[in-house]
């Protein structure tokens, strides 16, 4: 086993992951083209294209896995059938290459009209110029938000302008193979707690030879803050190390135990990456992941993945389990085509069929008609999340405020010191003591 040096390691990861700056802002030049079809019109085609007829090319860039890009490739073929003279040019890629290239494309004044945007790097690219206003097009009709919660619309929105339309409703959850589970004859609570995780763990493990996965990494440790009745950020922010250790505690307890999946194989499965998570090969019986992503987890793993909540701590103060936008659709403030992109995004979100072909693969529809609708059509798997989503909607509390600037480098950074846990090079003191205070350094470099 190749041997770790972690101040070495946060020293150099901090050096590689600086932010690219963005760049400028441009003035908006687009034209208004009128206003939209009216709410009702759930089976609309967003409208007509610009006054003059001329041909508009949008860029839509997204993060995903081949279902989502399969999805949403013949949804914007659908919206071109319907708006002949625009033309939409996608691009994707996957999650831990993709804010790389958006921050590239930013510094360099070329992001695309249309941008997914999460819901933790929402404040860093409204503050630095990036994003464009859209709350003129929801004032004038061209999204249409009728049938949308003013919440959803809000999660988007920033000192009262709205920066960002959400695409769906979204939770956090544990999936897991439910025949290995029945095989190994243990009943999974609907929430347990992470030291009930750890005795179901062992049992399945005992009785089938299945690993499990423990969540390092930062969703985790915000679940673990949540139930301090705190938020992670604001105590990196002050410097504080509560759920920072308990979290690494954690981490430690089930690196250490034997069955749990090992450092070396978990790096290589990279559990970040639907294709390669280690559950779908049955490498282990669990993982974790939002429930936007459950349909195309289990249609990789080609097999039946239940639900359930994430751990929970035993001393809970509150609790954890919150709904999110899954993520969003923003404008670039620097495209020149800011109401036709409006257009399509109003389309995106409010056409039947446009989620006729999603099917809540980017999470349940903000449109309560159109998910009323969608519903009875889903398969069984995407039923699944409907009924997730419902069931978590009933003890949800309020979600965490936006993620600060600098957000990135901290989760970066984390994955480097939970690795070092895992592999027995990092103490929990150690570990601890250095990624708060090097995080609060980020925060606050980002931060100016």
């Known amino acids: 086993?190749?041997?770790?040096?972690?101040?070495?390691?946060?020293?150099?990861?901090?050096?590689?992951?600086?932010?690219?700056?963005?760049?400028?802002?441009?003035?908006?030049?687009?034209?208004?083209?009128?206003?939209?079809?009216?709410?009702?019109e759930t089976t609309k085609a967003g409208g007509e294209s610009n006054a003059s007829g001329d041909k508009v090319t949008l860029n839509l860039t997204w993060w995903g896995n081949q279902t989502r890009n399969d999805v949403?490739?013949?949804?914007?073929?659908?919206?071109?059938?319907?708006?002949?003279?625009?033309?939409i040019k996608v691009e994707f890629t996957d999650w831990s290459g993709y804010w790389d290239k958006l921050s590239a494309m930013a510094a360099g004044g070329n992001l695309p009209d249309i941008i997914q945007m999460d819901y933790s790097y929402l404040n860093q690219y409204q503050q630095s110029g990036q994003l464009a206003d859209l709350s003129e097009y929801i004032s004038n009709g061209v999204i249409d938000t009728a049938n949308i919660p003013e919440s959803i619309i809000e999660s988007g929105s920033i000192d009262g302008k709205c920066y960002a339309i959400s695409l769906g409703s979204n939770a956090p959850m544990m999936a897991y193979d439910k025949a290995i589970v029945e095989k190994a004859g243990v009943t999974i609570p609907e929430?347990?707690?992470?030291?009930?995780?750890?005795?179901?763990?062992?049992?399945?493990?005992?009785?089938?030879?299945?690993?499990?996965?423990?969540?390092?990494?930062?969703n985790m440790m915000q679940i673990i803050a949540r139930t301090n009745d705190s938020h992670l950020f604001d105590e990196l922010e002050a410097g504080k190390e509560d759920s920072t250790r308990l979290h690494f505690d954690n981490v430690e307890k089930f690196a250490k135990a034997e069955f749990s999946i090992s450092a070396d194989l978990l790096a290589e499965k990279n559990p970040d990456v639907v294709e390669t998570k280690p559950i779908i090969d049955s490498t282990t019986?669990?993982?974790?992941?939002?429930?936007?992503?459950?349909?195309?987890?289990?249609?990789?793993?080609?097999?039946?993945?239940?639900?359930?909540?994430?751990?929970?701590?035993?001393?809970?103060?509150?609790?954890?389990?919150?709904?999110?936008?899954?993520?969003?659709?923003?404008v670039a403030e620097s495209s020149k085509n800011k109401e036709e992109a409006a257009k399509f995004i109003d389309w995106f979100v409010n056409s039947t069929d446009a989620n006729g072909i999603l099917l809540a693969e980017r999470g349940i529809p903000i449109n309560t008609v159109v998910a009323d609708e969608i519903k009875p059509k889903a398969d069984a798997v995407a039923q699944n999340v409907f009924d997730y989503i419902a069931k978590v909607s009933e003890i949800a509390t309020p979600v965490d405020a936006p993620d600060p600037a600098g957000k990135g480098e901290v989760e970066a950074l984390l994955k480097t010191v939970v690795e070092a846990i895992r592999y027995g090079d990092a103490t929990v003191d150690d570990a601890t003591s250095q990624y708060v205070s090097e995080s609060n350094k980020i925060l606050e470099e980002a931060a100016k």
């Open 191 to 218: 929430q347990m707690t992470i030291d009930e995780l750890y005795d179901i763990s062992k049992t399945i493990y005992e009785k089938t030879g299945t690993k499990t996965l423990y969540d390092g990494g930062i």
């Open 72 to 87: 949403t490739k013949k949804a914007a073929d659908l919206y071109m059938s319907e708006n002949p003279n625009v033309e």
């Open 1 to 40: 086993m190749r041997k770790r040096f972690l101040a070495t390691t946060l020293a150099a990861l901090l050096a590689a992951t600086s932010l690219t700056a963005c760049g400028s802002k441009t003035e908006n030049t687009d034209t208004q083209a009128g206003g939209a079809t009216t709410a009702a």
């Open 285 to 330: 019986w669990n993982d974790y992941l939002f429930s936007n992503q459950y349909i195309s987890v289990t249609n990789t793993a080609g097999r039946e993945l239940a639900i359930t909540m994430y751990p929970t701590t035993a001393d809970s103060k509150t609790q954890p389990m919150y709904l999110k936008p899954s993520q969003f659709f923003s």
